[in-house]
């Protein structure tokens, strides 16, 4: 009877087959995985459970996507320098939520008479959750994860080059209601929006075109080109006026990911490839010699680990076989019942120890908190916080540890100034030290101005003593 080949056998066997295959372009939005056109959409994990063993080259929706362009002239040097610093920022305009998101970045070289450009975007939402994982999981093998409109500017720059290499031109990609505006000036990336339309509709639609068109007098109309999905469906071919040119049906429910599909194995060098995988690495010429010889070397250590299974089962049979001789013999005679009981008393007594413990050291806490300096704390961080008029700062929540003594601050300000100068304020007084501003957001909803949130350590003992009340101490 032939037995199952090892688990490690088939992971190698998966991953080969994958190497191996021709990769399968998929399109990702927030409704869920588009692998073929006119297909319901899908979880990205129950596609990948599907295809193990395959590749895919993965676009991404612009409505997963934010996008950040980098002003010329920042010290962003590296590719972690450029990560960082958009990290950053994606946390100041979208909070916590920010940094868990997948990053990419892109990188346009300098040129004679033309300085670098550089920028990010950031994957969001559910999507942002585990893709890497799961696809690794299930020996699913990427190629890329970049924008759709990444991929739709690099093929139409390598179907109509005299477009892409014209003094002034502009893609513009369309997903229903989200608008991504790609302006080019003699084929290098100059601009990168995202717009939003009222109504997805081909009279919004051409109505932002005109508008856009305005306010670029350089701009032709001629060098506009439109792609994409999602407008509402028309009763006549979609015309957005006279010389823009239309790729593909506006109207459609999903887009056409045949006219997705890379032309050139070399894309041009003045166009944006941001790849959440990492930028690509070269291949080196030894690469299929070393993999043959990996293979040799992995098929050799397969048929040793196979047979080494073998003589594990055998042995895992005799080991059965001797314990049910041993569970045929007669039962040893159990321990006397009071050995329980003795044990359970035991660990009793241990359980009532820590529980007193526990007691002494939640009451040694209220202690040393009832020990604190109230009332010099509140007023001088009462008056720091007051001394900015007519827009004094409002207070959310004081958190004191004790034990290490630690002050958290949190409030609400008219701007990001105050709690900047509150930060020096207290720096200044006796007492505070190591006074750090930790969080600084637009408030949510429901709130106006700057939420704020400081550290600080305490010195009780050097905390100005006073003798008015909270309310005498407001200037």
């Avoid at 699913?140 to 014209?166: C, D, H, N």
């Avoid at 006397?336 to 660990?347: F, I, T, Y």
Wanted: aromatic share 6%.
């Amino acid at each position: 009877m032939n037995s199952a080949p090892p688990p490690f056998l088939s992971r190698m066997r998966r991953r080969l087959r994958a190497r191996l295959a021709r990769p399968q372009t998929l399109f990702l939005a927030p409704e869920g995985l588009l692998a073929r056109p006119g297909g319901k959409p899908e979880a990205w994990a129950d596609w990948c459970r599907k295809q193990n063993g395959s590749a895919a080259r993965l676009l991404l929706s612009s409505r997963l996507l934010h996008e950040l362009v980098c002003q010329p002239g920042l010290p962003l040097a590296d590719e972690a320098q450029l990560l960082a610093y958009a990290r950053q920022q994606f946390g100041q305009y979208f909070g916590a939520a920010a940094k868990t998101w997948s990053l990419a970045g892109w990188r346009l070289a300098a040129e004679p008479g033309r300085v670098e450009q550089c920028g990010a975007l950031a994957l969001h939402g559910p999507a942002a959750q585990g893709w890497r994982e799961v696809a690794a999981e299930h020996e699913v093998r990427l190629l890329q994860v970049q924008p759709a409109w990444a991929a739709a500017l690099q093929r139409l720059a390598g179907e109509e080059p005299e477009w892409a290499a014209a003094e002034q031109a502009a893609l513009v990609w369309l997903e229903g209601a989200v608008v991504t505006w790609l302006s080019l000036t003699a084929g290098r990336l100059s601009g990168l929006r995202q717009l939003r339309l009222q109504e997805a509709s081909v009279e919004t639609l051409a109505e932002l075109l005109q508008e856009q068109l305005a306010l670029q007098p350089g701009l032709a109309a001629a060098r506009l080109r439109v792609a994409g999905y999602g407008l509402l469906a028309a009763p006549a071919p979609v015309k957005l006026g006279p010389a823009i040119h239309v790729h593909g049906r506006l109207d459609a429910p999903e887009p056409d990911l045949a006219a997705l599909e890379p032309v050139s194995a070399k894309p041009m060098s003045g166009l944006p490839r941001p790849d959440f995988l990492g930028a690509p690495r070269l291949r080196s010429p030894l690469a299929w010699p070393l993999a043959a010889t990996s293979l040799l070397v992995l098929a050799t250590a397969g048929w040793t680990a196979w047979e080494a299974q073998q003589e594990r089962a055998q042995g895992q049979q005799q080991l059965a076989d001797l314990q049910a001789r041993l569970r045929a013999k007669p039962a040893p005679a159990r321990a006397p019942a009071a050995l329980p009981a003795l044990a359970a008393q035991a660990g009793g007594k241990d359980s009532a120890r820590k529980l007193e413990a526990e007691r002494l050291r939640a009451a040694a806490e209220v202690q040393a908190l009832l020990r604190q300096p109230w009332e010099s704390l509140l007023v001088q961080v009462e008056q720091a916080g007051a001394a900015k008029q007519p827009a004094p700062l409002a207070w959310l929540a004081l958190d004191l540890n004790s034990a290490r003594q630690e002050l958290r601050l949190e409030g609400l300000a008219a701007d990001k100034l105050a709690p900047l100068q509150l930060v020096d304020r207290l720096a200044a007084q006796g007492g505070f030290r190591s006074v750090l501003l930790s969080r600084l957001q637009n408030a949510e909803q429901g709130l106006s101005g700057q939420r704020f949130e400081l550290n600080a350590k305490l010195q009780p003992e050097l905390l100005r003593p006073t003798g008015g009340t909270m309310a005498e101490a407001r200037p």
